[in-house]
């Protein structure tokens, strides 16, 4: 039972445009929702997160959405760089530490 | 700050045997997670420990476990390896006193059985 799903395996951008990459859930007992980035041979950097409370949330190029009705969150990336390349993975927690995630994205910003 | 250190970063193991992996907190974090990345199955929680205390355990087999000191370094043990082992197993560790804190995790290790 996969509760949480990335249903793209992969997107192409172009550098300077905008990135969104998509994420749904089943479970309703989620309450915090988290974006990781990872690089090869590393482990996943936390990047942005919303509390189920909020609907939107934002750090510098980095915005999360939430929409609880639709059960999906996004991560919209503007203006996307180069560097940005990665495989992204959505989060979801019900209690303490444990953490559900999707399959991941991965993302190619091309020069 | 240091982020969380985990060692060794590459191990080769046989089929049979245990092995014993080591995770090390960020400073003031005193939750630390397990969780196991292979391409089969994504990454998946294996544990979590919290004031030396086992909090939470996902569906893995008894042959995984592990324990936390009272510095809040973390072991985990694998017992008679199997082929399907072969992962990597990443460590976190997060303010969990602190409410909806991140989890931040270390570069793990590769483990490979053969």
């Known amino acids: 039972d996969q509760q949480v799903k990335q249903n793209s395996p992969s997107l192409s951008v172009q550098e300077g445009r905008i990135s969104i990459l998509n994420c749904d859930y089943t479970n309703s007992m989620f309450d915090y929702f988290l974006w990781y980035k990872k690089y090869p041979a590393e482990g996943p950097t936390f990047l942005i997160s919303i509390s189920s409370i909020k609907d939107k949330n934002e750090d510098g190029r980095f915005t999360v959405f939430l929409n609880k009705s639709a059960k999906h969150l996004s991560l919209h990336i503007v203006p996307s760089q180069p560097g940005d390349s990665a495989v992204y993975f959505c989060?979801?927690?019900?209690?303490?530490?444990?953490?559900?995630f999707g399959e991941g994205t991965q993302l190619t910003v091309n020069p | 700050k240091a982020g969380v250190t985990q060692t060794p970063r590459y191990l080769i193991k046989t089929r049979g045997q245990q092995v014993t992996l080591s995770c090390s907190p960020i400073s003031g974090h005193r939750s630390v997670s397990w969780y196991q990345q292979t391409p089969g199955q994504g990454l998946q929680f294996l544990f979590e420990?919290?004031?030396?205390?086992?909090?939470n355990k996902g569906n893995f087999p008894g042959r995984f476990s592990g324990r936390q000191f009272s510095n809040s370094r973390s072991e985990m043990n694998v017992s008679t390896l199997e082929l399907g082992d072969s992962a990597l197993y990443l460590c976190a560790s997060s303010r969990r006193d602190r409410g909806k804190s991140p989890l931040h995790f270390g570069n793990g290790t590769r483990l490979t059985v053969t």
């Open positions: 420990y919290f004031s030396e205390t086992q909090r």
């Open positions: 989060a979801a927690r019900t209690s303490g530490s444990r953490l559900t």
